[in-house]
């Protein structure tokens, strides 16, 4: 079933702008709540190690002091699979940072104050907190993230790359970055005989709520997680933190009593999960007309000792381009740190920064275009599995981006352009792609109000994605009313299910399961009732059907980018005046908002490739650069023009609306197109992100050194 | 230690104790419910909090309650006439300058404040680069070119990286 698009394609204002700009659109912590009281956490101060000794007296004393919360008395919970959320269960310590208490108190100052006077001690132990590529812990997962294999061999590569006439052998870096939404973490929690009522900024509140009720042994339908408006949040509130199991610990020491939780800023750092930095060896063997013969993509990565976050980096190299021989590998390490996870487009964000650098070099070396050469490379079917593409436009994108960007004109020599100012100029190129997720289990419930007025309800995520406006169109649509007509409700587990906003999967998911609701409700409506409302109204809830073409095609969405670059040959800063992607992600169900997800993406990549960074000591097996002014994202001035271009794509294989998911593929590519630009404008190759100015700092003699560091 | 403190917030006065450890924003936020401004990292370095005080743009989460006894404060909620906004607001709606929402009431506050700093004639650190364009009929007011609102704006962090629909939106309310 495929739905008519009017509502859908159009340039739609978010429904709750003028709420947001006013400040009047309540996040989590601005829940209204009477009384409440307020909680800060205490983090250990070791890396690894037990805790000796716990002095909460001088804490206790101080006035307006409600409870203390220690492993000593901490609530016992049932054990989960994250080990991470078990805090306070014992007197070990797992990582830096970890929570070892909280104090909750009348006002926030009181709180923090008192913390301060909380004594523990510790007796350390020995810590292992920095990757390396012989790291001696390292080994295969069973799977990793998104339920890829590990690995996945065809041919034969190391011979088909021995015999191949030009060769790429490199190994890339990407860092440690944090997600960094400008909303921190935040809770309120308040435990009453009647249940658990949590206000939380969430990507996915049913899951949230079974969590919090397997931990606390709580009947699921007695715990409420609304999360109506999220600050952002790029993976990092798809899953529950320790901080939300804090703030239910001191709600329940204090039952009755709202308390609200916010993360300091710099605590988000170990509390909340990051992008693990990964170290890739890229082998590309080539024919000297540019067909790719042999493909390696062996990728070593952190995990955690409480639990296993295996991020999926070399799964893109297995859907971008032929090769006849070719192998992808995954290798994780558990270290002493806090665990990596989920962060927008886990997998392809850095594993598409080496590929797709690589890819450059092969073009350099071969002495090709790099937009031909990617052409060169294009498969029929996805190489790996063997199935046709629903739709893949992966060329047309090139091409469109390079008419639109001006390709043409590009002389390829390294460090051959300048501006007026003597600063080099240079231009760059990348591909990026994304899966078309869906994940089973969302329902939506319609109802005809009895005055032609509609509302639908799933308990959906809008993190500043827009699917708020989003499935609205698509419900006008399934519903052929206008938009106006038709009242959106998410984010509560009041709500029918619905699946967490990740993998890019939600207006798939979230959509399919609307439309599918709409058109039983029409069925119904026109069967029992002659097309006339009920006095009552009428009410159908469905859920999300299975996807007949789901194991018959390969579902992707693919893109183009495209970097300039300015470079000051003294200093080594690099500007970036323009960025422009086209994408081909299907239906695009809100023209505006669309845009913004993915120029956001684009934006995020940026700060990727130049600025983001977070510097371990391990020494302290701490990130030490852990606030905004350290810990550096892209500001307005770092942003030059980004252009966003769609490519027109009819796919009736992915959903009923025809779309694919946006909010992850714009961050893909995007640090590879700025790291070749560097490389057209330097003649300095840069592996290893992000591209600080000391990595360009080179003589102007030298031009095509390699650096490493 | 507790103090007593008027604050006249979008216009209206409010007379309240605080602990004099209590940061204007937490006085607005914990104490007077106003949810306008944010707290994204409570020490200057994202701009989420930022309101108007005395007329001037400031972060709230960097000044002590206690020392603004008899201020006055605007917040991005007290930039709309009710439902009525402000053209800056509308402008940001118009070009879809944010995403999540969170650093929104803090962006368009310092907007409009630097509006007003460009007419009074403040020079920005890019500004000197482009002493020749100070002309004649404009006198000492900087021209207001993208480069300059990109360098006065940043010190509003937007993670969901919505600058490039940003600078559009107020260069439109500044009739450019």
């Not at chain 2, 701009?47 to 002590?64: D, F, I, K, P, Y």
Request: charged letters at 20%; glycine letters at 10%; one cysteine or more.
């Amino acid at each position: 079933m495929t739905i008519t698009a009017r509502a859908i394609g159009r340039l739609m204002d978010r429904l709750d702008g003028p709420d947001k700009v006013r400040g009047l659109a309540r996040y989590a912590f601005e829940a209204p709540v009477e009384h409440p009281a307020y909680l800060y956490g205490l983090q250990s101060t070791v890396a690894v190690g037990r805790i000796t000794a716990i002095d909460t007296r001088a804490a206790t004393a101080v006035p307006g002091v409600l409870a203390v919360l220690t492993c000593r008395d901490a609530p016992r919970l049932r054990p989960v699979g994250d080990g991470e959320l078990m805090i306070l269960q014992s007197d070990r310590v797992a990582f830096r940072g970890q929570f070892v208490g909280g104090v909750v108190a009348e006002t926030s100052e009181v709180a923090r104050a008192a913390a301060a006077l909380v004594r523990f001690e510790y007796e350390p132990g020995p810590h292992d907190v920095e990757l390396r590529v012989d790291h001696p812990g390292l080994y295969a997962p069973e799977q990793v993230n998104g339920y890829f294999e590990t690995d996945s061999v065809r041919g034969d590569v190391a011979a088909a790359f021995a015999g191949a006439p030009v060769r790429v052998d490199e190994t890339y870096r990407t860092a440690w970055y944090n997600h960094n939404p400008i909303e921190p973490h935040t809770t309120v929690a308040t435990w009453t005989d009647d249940g658990l009522f949590l206000h939380i900024g969430s990507q996915n509140v049913h899951g949230a709520r079974q969590s919090v009720a397997e931990l606390f042994d709580l009947d699921p339908g007695r715990v409420r997680v609304s999360s109506p408006h999220v600050g952002g949040a790029f993976g990092s509130k798809i899953r529950p933190h320790p901080d939300l199991v804090l703030a239910v610990m001191a709600a329940r020491t204090v039952p009755g009593r709202p308390v609200r939780f916010a993360l300091p800023r710099q605590q988000m750092f170990t509390q909340t999960g990051y992008r693990t930095p990964t170290i890739q060896r890229v082998r590309l063997g080539a024919a000297a007309d540019g067909r790719i013969l042999a493909f390696g993509h062996d990728v070593v990565e952190q995990t955690s000792k409480l639990k296993e976050f295996a991020e999926q980096t070399a799964t893109p190299g297995r859907v971008m381009y032929v090769a006849a021989n070719r192998r992808t590998t995954h290798r994780v390490t558990r270290l002493d740190l806090p665990s990596p996870d989920i962060m927008r487009a886990p997998g392809e964000t850095p594993g598409m920064f080496a590929l797709e650098s690589a890819m450059d070099e092969l073009a350099v070396a071969l002495g090709r275009d790099p937009v031909e050469l990617r052409v060169t490379n294009e498969p029929d079917v996805d190489p790996e599995s063997g199935r046709p593409f629903s739709t893949r436009n992966l060329v047309g994108c090139l091409r469109e981006g390079a008419r639109r960007f001006g390709w043409a004109e590009r002389d390829p020599t390294p460090r051959s352009r300048r501006d007026g100012a003597g600063w080099l100029l240079g231009t760059g190129v990348a591909a990026c792609m994304y899966p078309v997720y869906r994940m089973p289990g969302s329902e939506a419930m319609v109802r005809l109000e009895p005055d032609g007025r509609y509302v639908v309800a799933i308990a959906a995520a809008d993190l500043g994605t827009g699917s708020r406006t989003a499935l609205t169109q698509i419900a006008a649509d399934a519903l052929a009313v206008p938009a106006d007509r038709v009242e959106l409700r998410l984010g509560d587990t009041t709500l029918p299910m619905a699946t967490g906003a990740g993998g890019s999967s939600g207006i798939t998911s979230w959509g399919s399961a609307i439309v599918e609701a709409a058109a039983r409700l029409k069925l119904r409506l026109e069967s029992e009732y002659a097309g006339r409302t009920p006095p009552g109204g009428l009410e159908v809830t469905a859920a999300m059907p299975e996807n007949p073409y789901q194991q018959r095609f390969a579902m992707y969405s693919f893109g183009a980018q495209f970097a300039e670059v300015r470079v000051c040959p003294e200093t080594g800063e690099v500007r970036v005046p323009r960025l422009l992607g086209v994408f081909a992600a299907g239906q695009i169900i809100n023209a505006k908002t669309g845009r913004s997800q993915l120029l956001g993406g684009m934006t995020m990549g940026l700060s990727m490739a130049l600025h983001e960074e977070s510097r371990l000591d391990p020494r302290l097996g701490e990130v030490v650069n852990h606030d905004l002014a350290e810990y550096h994202i892209a500001t307005n001035a770092d942003v030059g023009s980004v252009e966003v271009h769609f490519l027109s794509e009819h796919d009736p294989y992915v959903n009923p609306m025809g779309s694919k998911g946006i909010g992850e593929l714009g961050i893909v590519g995007t640090a590879a197109a700025i790291a070749n630009a560097v490389h057209h404008a330097t003649g300095v190759r840069v592996r290893h992100l992000p591209i600080t100015l000391d990595k360009l700092l080179v003589p102007e003699s030298a031009p095509g050194v390699d650096v490493h560091h | 230690m507790d103090a007593e403190i008027t604050l006249r917030v979008d216009g209206t006065e409010h007379r309240l104790t605080v602990d004099t450890r209590t940061t204007l924003l937490d006085a607005l936020r914990e104490r007077l419910g106003n949810t306008s401004p944010k707290k994204g990292c409570d020490h200057g370095q994202c701009g989420a909090c930022t309101v108007l005080l005395e007329g001037r743009r400031a972060n709230s989460c960097l000044t002590l309650a206690v020392a603004y006894d008899g201020a006055e404060l605007v917040t991005a909620a007290g930039l709309a006439d009710g439902a009525e906004l402000h053209p800056m607001q509308r402008a940001f709606i118009e070009h879809d300058a944010f995403q999540c929402g969170y650093c929104t009431p803090g962006q368009i506050v310092s907007a409009v404040a630097m509006l007003d700093e460009v007419a009074a004639g403040w020079p920005s650190e890019v500004t000197a680069e482009r002493g020749a364009e100070i002309t004649a009929e404009r006198g000492t007011e900087p021209l207001l070119d993208d480069d300059e609102i990109r360098e006065r704006m940043s010190g509003n962090l937007c993670r969901c990286g919505a600058y490039a629909n940003i600078v559009p939106a107020i260069a439109e309310v500044a009739g450019r």
